[in-house]
């Protein structure tokens, strides 16, 4: 607990609450499956329908044509009779890993003064390819384009440094945007790489990453990393090279002037290295809507839902009225979990 005295006779007070634990993340359902993007068996609570589209996806493609799975129709339907809010669990089959920026550059052309990382996982959320991924613009079109955008991937771009205040801006675009059209998903304005700044990057935008263990047969999330997760797309994975205490004393001259080096210069740039695969065609794993058995739904087995299931079955974690896994069968043992 610190005390700062202000003026005489007014004492500020700060509370150590950083052992407080969160309340319960409370929603009317909690609906299990397949989704197109998102991260991947993490409850995540969704306000609108809209919210869910920006988060999980909806469509995507398979073969010449386009599918959707009962999960998003779910979601869809539960909103539309009422629902206010649902806890959304993203299941998959196989290994899934996030994407991270294409380097960006400092203004001393030195080493990347930080890195991002996309919080859903999925190779959905590459939009570079091959081994130009280093090279920023590379596989831009001539009207700023990124080849391989889509509304389902993200891209980055810095704007607004000022070598004064050692700050700059960082937006969060949709990968399908270009130059002259940018469909900005979120603004970050005087970020700072200065860990004394109250607009510290890693303290405003988040770097916590999360992950799955278990304890005694029960499944949980855990996380990684001092400061929460405030935007709804990217963490920032590390800061290589922080501005300590950027301004002197007086708050107008900078400290060292080759700290001015490290801020990132007015550049986009894209994401690329996430793995992980959505189920989309094959001989046995094709069954979107009909003909779901107990070995196959919507490319998925029940053992697929066995560690969200215990997850979401902590009590003091997630409150909810009813659970939900369209697609899921039980019958005669199919899709025992």
């Known amino acids: 607990m610190a005390e700062t005295l202000i003026s005489p006779g007014v004492l500020a007070r700060e509370n150590d609450i950083s052992f407080i634990a969160p309340s319960a993340i409370e929603a009317g359902a909690a609906i299990l499956g397949p989704t197109v993007k998102g991260p991947v068996e993490e409850p995540t609570k969704v306000t609108s329908y809209a919210q869910y589209v920006n988060m999980f996806g909806t469509t995507f493609p398979s073969g010449s044509t386009k599918q959707e799975f009962l999960t998003s129709i779910a979601v869809k339907s539960y909103f539309n009779q009422g629902g206010n809010s649902v806890i959304v669990t993203r299941i998959v089959t196989g290994s899934f890993g996030t994407a991270s920026n294409t380097s960006i550059a400092a203004d001393d052309a030195g080493a990347a003064p930080f890195t991002l990382s996309t919080l859903g996982k999925g190779s959905i959320y590459n939009n570079v390819t091959g081994s130009s991924y280093n090279e920023v613009g590379y596989d831009e079109n001539s009207d700023g384009s990124i080849k391989s955008g889509s509304a389902d991937n993200l891209r980055w771009e810095i ?29 970050w304005n005087d970020l700072s790489l200065d860990p004394n700044s109250e607009n510290y990057i890693e303290s405003v935008i988040g770097n916590q990453s999360k992950s799955k263990a278990v ?90 839902y066995s560690d969200a299931i215990s997850i979401l079955g902590n009590q003091d974690e997630y409150v909810y009225n009813i659970i939900s896994a369209p697609g899921l069968l039980y019958e005669f043992g199919d899709h025992k979990t």
């Open 159 to 187: 704007v607004n440094q000022d070598k004064v205040n050692g700050t700059f801006g960082l937006l969060v675009r949709r990968g399908d945007d270009n130059s002259k059209n940018k469909i900005i998903l979120e603004t």
């Open 215 to 304: 304890d005694a047969g029960q499944y949980y999330i855990t996380s990684a990393g001092e400061y929460i997760n405030r935007s709804k797309y990217i963490r920032v994975s590390g800061v290589a090279r922080q501005t300590l205490d950027f301004l002197a004393n007086d708050g107008i001259n900078v400290r060292v002037a080759t700290s001015t080096g490290s801020l990132p210069t007015p550049q986009s740039g894209s994401f690329y290295g996430a793995t992980g695969d959505n189920v989309v065609g094959g001989s046995t794993r094709d069954k979107y809507f009909g003909d779901i058995n107990g070995t196959d739904t919507q490319g998925l087995t029940g053992a697929c």
